[in-house]
């Protein structure tokens, strides 16, 4: 569900700019800090409340309660100032959520129920891509480690986050694809990896897209990316024992 929150994020406000957030958390940069009460709205409140609809079956009496208190939290957030809309709507909210509810009813049964090919995949994805986006996202809030300028929007941070989201689900799909390919040697799918993730940041520096800005940086994304195939590789065979 935070995979598939990140999604939805991605295009209603990196792209469509739906809505800013005002935690005052991240003073350097106003995007960062509205891109990091969106993070906390998708990889807590929201996946929390589904995980426990699904988990504990709980009908559309309970789904039609979290989806008020959450419009309702979102109306406060208004009056208090800290989240403002700009063509985004209560009414939106409040329609969205239950289909999330029952989204996450439906990947909750996949789980549970023999499931391969498509099913296994997408859930694959969605994983793969919370613990992706996360790891890549928020060093470049509270760290300042790198920022990318494809050009697209006027404001930097803007500029940034949106390409972070596109290269995020772009090397999400390469990890899948990775894992699932039956490789004679394990280790080479690590060193291809590895190689691949250096080559597109020197590429991406090369044509003035990503600024790195400490000397760490690009140590730190190969070794996420080494990182995240081997945990990628052991949420595959969990999906696929699950499904056994």
């Known amino acids: ?16 700019g739906s809505y800013d957030y005002d935690p005052n958390i991240i003073k350097h940069d106003s995007f960062y ?26 009908n559309w009496l309970w789904i ?10 979102e109306w406060l957030f208004l009056k208090l100032h800290i989240y ?30 023999p499931a391969r090919g498509f ?33 697209w929007f006027e404001n930097v941070g803007r500029d940034s986050i949106a390409f972070s989201a596109i290269y995020y689900l772009c090397v999400s799909l390469l990890y899948c ?3 699932r390919i039956n490789w004679k040697t394990m280790w080479i799918k690590y060193i291809l990896t590895g190689l691949f993730i250096y080559t597109v940041n020197k590429v991406l520096i090369k ?19 080494i990182c995240l195939i081997a945990l990628v590789n052991i949420i595959d065979k969990r999906l696929s024992k699950l499904h056994e």
């Open 119 to 151: 099913r296994h995949n997408l859930m694959l994805y969605l994983i793969t891509g919370s613990i992706c986006a996360s790891a890549h996202i928020l060093p470049m809030l509270f760290f300042m480690n790198r920022f990318y300028r494809p050009g």
């Open 207 to 225: 044509i003035e897209i990503l600024h790195s800005l400490v000397w760490w940086d690009q140590m730190y994304y190969v070794s996420l990316a």
């Open 1 to 16: 569900m935070v995979g598939y929150g990140y999604i939805i994020e991605t295009t209603i406000f990196n792209f469509l």
């Open 84 to 113: 403002t809309h700009h063509w985004w709507r209560l009414e939106y909210t409040g329609l969205g959520l239950p289909v999330y509810y029952v989204l996450a009813k439906i990947f909750y049964k996949w789980i549970l129920l």
């Open 64 to 73: 039609v309660f979290f989806s008020g208190y959450f419009v309702g939290v």
């Open 33 to 58: 800090d509205s891109e990091l009460g969106a993070f906390f709205s998708n990889a807590l409140s929201l996946p929390i409340t589904a995980t426990l609809i699904a988990t504990f079956r709980l």
């Open 177 to 179: 694809v990775i894992v």
